[in-house]
């Protein structure tokens, strides 16, 4: 098996959050990190950028509809042209790994359907196999569904690392036991499935195992652009501070596309200088019309060129940007965790020291 490790190199000094070093057969990957999901590498085109998106996991993300998923699991035709379409998205360097964002009424519900998507992944050859726990699946079904897929990897042949996918709540005993689930199985990768929302609970328990268990991979999934803190909203970008929980790579999320048609005014830009989620008004007035952006998307430039064109232009170069400056002061995340000083590069930020202002502490758990 092209074995998958996490190696420790620096633990922060007053943050759970951890330099690491992810290895997958001959891939080396620096943690912190954030990989790119498909809408981002589709808005590449869009936004002008001939360059592929930088990532060394590639998460192929699906909206689950329930027809889409109703059609792969009943007809085989369309399991193998979705597996062809997966299979070629990416180029080979990258780790691939599939996602869907079940929409309600979509399901993964007994082991037939599992097997469907399992076999899924066989055919696209994708480097890492998924098991999503889905809403509406009880703990003892995620476990079977576990142990389902490891039967699965013997029989078939399959010799690569699995990574159970886990959904948080706002349960935190929940969220225990299924990280719970995750370890009893051995798994070295573990996906946190955000849902677009902020769960601090499921984060708290995720950052006490990853404590203990420096050596696990933990990828967080569908996280949003900003904090929603018992329904008050912060600019603060999420992704930026999900280190401090022992998290150790995010991906953004994917949605459905809004019922009222987008204007550039609401579009959430990632704000490099103060690690928030600001709309094109703030860039204006508290950014003084720049963006403080050095990516391919902003090269440096005003605000102009930026908001320029039509609408789902914008919307791409908000993704690409995202992802690119993201990347970027990532570099600055390691950097202070090599120094042990994490807490402090948050505190300088504008929109996390607001956020750490807010942030519950551990007493009121
Ligand atoms: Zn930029």
Known sequence: MPELRVTRTKKDTKTSATLSELRVGQVRIPLPNRFPISPERNALKPAGIKDPLPGEVAVLARLGQPDTIKRILTQEDALKSMARFLSRETGADALRLLYFSFLKGANISNADDLKTILDLQYLAGLDLITVQHTPDMSPGDFDAQLGFAERWMDERGVD?????????????????????????????????????????HALRAVEDYKKKNPDVWIHALQVPPKIRLSRHPLPCSQGMILPMFGVDSFSRWIVPPPPTPLTKDVINVFDPKGWGSLKKKDFEEIRKNTTNCKCAVCQGKDLEPFYEGKVLDVLARAKVHDHLAQRIELEKTRDSIKEGEFLSLLNSKEYPREFLKQMPSREED
């Open 160 to 200: 690569k690392p699995l990574m159970p996918i886990i959904l948080a709540t706002d349960d935190g005993k929940l969220a225990i036991e299924l990280v719970g689930i995750t370890a009893k199985h051995g798994s070295k990768a573990v996906g946190l499935d955000l849902r677009g929302g902020f769960h601090y």
